[in-house]
Antibody, heavy 122, light 107 residues
Framework: EVQLLESGGGLVQPGGSLRLSCAAS????????MSWVRQAPGKGLEWVSA????????YYADSVKGRFTISRDNSKNTLYLQMNSLRAEDTAVYYC???????????????WGQGTLVTVSS | DIQMTQSPSSLSASVGDRVTITCQAS??????LNWYQQKPGKAPKLLIY???NLETGVPSRFSGSGSGTDFTFTISSLQPEDIATYYC?????????FGQGTKLEIK
């Protein structure tokens, strides 16, 4: 059974940093691209970033480019999202998701974590 | 970037009704479209991929159709457990983008 467990969310001041983690199990982690998708309170879904199975290719939404960095440690079956220069508009539940395809980034698929809440406020 | 326009934004229907949601892409996305269901406090659940393929384990009352720029999601006979918000999402190009969602309620 695929399991994705996010952690690292919390309250942070504007301009601060936070690192989210997503621990994966139940599948061959390095064989799948992974994504981060967020949802602001009461709002819709927004794709944030994705990374290929090897970690060699990364992609970002314009809203986070230059501030967020996606990475993965395939030896630890863990996905990361380093978030710097955080803004109030980054407040959201952040979900990690396993790709529908394989090692190449295609789209989030059927397996998502439960989400971790990031609140950016003074 | 590709914009996804979903309608209606909310919908009230009775148990047993046929429900239809539409999604329009700002450019041709072939059949690279997902439909998700999200219940309050839960992660989205993939129902349909490649515009019309039902994900394993998803009830057959859910279906999807369309290609190019115009897509349709249908629940053939609404059940109480179908109360949720539904999103379309394109993956023809990155950044993949979601529709704004359709909140489905029971009348």
């Amino acid at each position: 059974e695929v399991q994705l467990l996010e952690s690292g969310g919390g309250l942070v001041q504007p301009g601060g940093s936070l690192r989210l983690s997503c621990a994966a199990s139940g599948f061959t982690f390095s064989s799948y691209a992974m994504s981060w998708v967020r949802q602001a309170p009461g709002k819709g879904l927004e794709w944030v970033s994705a990374i290929s199975g090897s970690g060699g290719s990364t992609y970002y939404a314009d809203s986070v480019k230059g501030r967020f960095t996606i990475s993965r440690d395939n030896s630890k079956n863990t996905l990361y999202l380093q978030m710097n220069s955080l803004r109030a508009e980054d407040t959201a539940v952040y979900y990690c998701a396993k790709d529908l395809g394989g090692t190449t980034v295609v789209t989030p698929g059927m397996d998502w974590g439960q989400g971790t809440l990031v609140t950016v406020s003074s | 970037d590709i914009q996804m326009t979903q309608s209606p934004s909310s919908l009230s229907a009775s148990v047993g009704d046929r429900v239809t949601i539409t999604c329009q892409a700002s450019q041709d996305i072939s059949n690279y479209l997902n439909w998700y269901q999200q219940k309050p406090g839960k992660a989205p659940k993939l129902l349909i991929y490649d515009a019309s393929n039902l994900e394993t384990g998803v009830p057959s009352r859910f279906s999807g159709s369309g290609s190019g720029t115009d897509f349709t999601f249908t629940i053939s006979s609404l059940q109480p457990e179908d109360i949720a918000t539904y999103y379309c999402q394109q993956y023809d190009n990155l950044p993949c983008s979601f529709g704004q969602g359709t909140k489905l309620e029971i009348k």
